[in-house]
């Protein structure tokens, strides 16, 4: 079966410091890959999908298969990126998400 | 573009009796929308997929007959909590994705249910 795994449950930045969050996955197959944010008090909302290999709010994400990781980097962090980030994957043919247990990242002024 | 409404936001009820839970999605159709659960501090936990039409597909250790989903519309899953009882209290969430945007594309969220049985 599929897992996400994200082993930082809390991680606290300085303000212009780079972040990354950590995401490892094990699937067989060739997954589809997703960063979701969830900022205090929203909903859950997309970030940004391997497949397109965009930036978003400058935040970037290589699928690296074979260290299968899908980390989310950021170079300078802002106050306002302060959020509950999940990793999500998607197997092949299948509709549903896995997410990870999601990391907490707080960007200290 | 892409929006899922759901409601209500928050319902507290008394135990043994039953909450309905509704999905919609505004502006696209969704042949299939996903009911997930959310404990605090935890991630979340995939209960069950509703497909259009048919019946649900459940989660393994999911109770089909506790936790009802119609999905009688492209556009409108509800998931109903019967007899609830606390340990149903969470916070429930629903997404679908709007494949009319291209198969890669993200899904899409529901603002969440806080449900309260006491």
């Known amino acids: 079966a599929q897992r996400v795994t994200q082993p930082e449950k809390l991680l606290s930045v300085f303000k212009g410091a780079p972040v990354e969050l950590k995401c490892n996955y094990s699937?067989?197959?060739?997954?589809?890959l997703f960063w979701y944010v969830q900022y205090s008090r929203q909903r859950l909302q997309l970030l940004l999908r391997?497949?397109s290999r965009e930036s978003i709010k400058g935040f970037t994400a290589d699928l690296n298969k074979g260290e299968t990781s899908f980390h989310l980097k950021k170079p300078f962090a802002q106050e306002e990126d302060s959020a509950m980030y999940y990793c999500?994957?998607?197997?092949?043919?299948?509709?549903?998400?896995?997410f990870g247990s999601g990391t907490q990242l707080t960007v200290l002024p | 573009g892409a929006v899922v409404s759901q409601h209500p936001s928050w319902v507290i009820c008394k135990s043994g009796t039953s909450v309905k839970i509704e999905c919609r999605s505004l502006?696209?159709?969704?042949?299939?929308m996903f009911w997930y659960r959310q404990f605090p501090k935890q991630s979340l936990m995939l209960m069950a997929t509703?497909?259009?039409?048919?019946?649900?597909?459940?989660e393994q250790g999911v109770e089909k007959d506790k936790f009802l989903i119609n999905h009688a519309s492209l556009t409108l899953s509800t998931l109903t909590v019967t007899s609830a009882h606390p340990e149903d209290s969470s916070f429930y969430i629903c997404?679908?994705?709007?494949?009319?945007?291209?198969?890669?594309?993200?899904?899409?969220f529901g603002s969440g249910t806080r449900l309260t049985v006491v």
């Open positions: 502006d696209f159709q969704a042949t299939t």
């Open positions: 391997h497949i």
């Open positions: 509703s497909n259009e039409g048919s019946k649900a597909t459940y």
């Open positions: 699937y067989s197959g060739s997954p589809e």
């Open positions: 997404s679908a994705r709007d494949i009319g945007r291209g198969e890669h594309y993200g899904y899409t």
């Open positions: 999500a994957l998607k197997k092949g043919s299948a509709r549903q998400l896995t």
